[in-house]
């Protein structure tokens, strides 16, 4: 039989045992395609919609405590140290300086990398440095690592 020639003429022409046989492969075709296509598809687009709604969510509270954000400035602590001895110091507080390598980026900046450290660590020591030191981040290139939790990070850091 040819797929031009199906119509209800030509089913109903076939025998009782293919009508059932045909019945039960187009129920168990509209199954598949229920089960297989349908419904993963909108369970995506419900969890694609809900997390489309948290991030507006979170943006929407972003840009609330963004300008109070901005009016508390860091205390920046003037100790006279240069940016290197501060990233090494504060580094060595944090055990990220076995992982550190420094090499001077230009005036006030300091180019750093670091293999294999804890992401959350990593954070941490640069949230420290902006809050105590005034230490921002210029330009920054993170990376995950082979294992879990672990980045690898280049970064220019500036004094001021």
């Known amino acids: 039989m040819k797929l031009s020639s199906l119509s209800i003429e030509s089913y109903s022409a076939l025998p009782k045992r293919e009508r059932r046989m045909v019945l039960g492969a187009a129920a168990v ?41 901005a009016a508390a400035a860091p205390p920046v602590v003037a100790s006279g140290e240069s940016l290197l001895v501060i990233i090494d110091r504060s580094a060595r ?37 902006a809050q105590v030191y005034g230490v921002s981040v210029e330009s920054a290139s993170i990376e995950k690592a082979d294992a879990e939790g672990l980045a690898n990070a280049a970064l220019v850091l500036h004094m001021g």
């Open 29 to 69: 075709v509209a199954l598949l395609f229920l089960f297989g296509v349908v419904l993963p598809l909108d369970r995506n687009v419900s969890h694609t919609q809900q997390r489309l709604s948290q991030k507006r969510a979170d943006l929407s509270w972003m840009q609330s405590v963004a300008p109070e954000l």
């Open 93 to 129: 507080e944090t055990n990220l300086a076995s992982a550190l390598t420094t090499e001077p980026a230009g005036p006030g900046s300091v180019s750093v990398r670091l293999q294999k450290v804890s992401f959350d660590a990593l954070i941490t020591w640069l949230a420290s440095l």
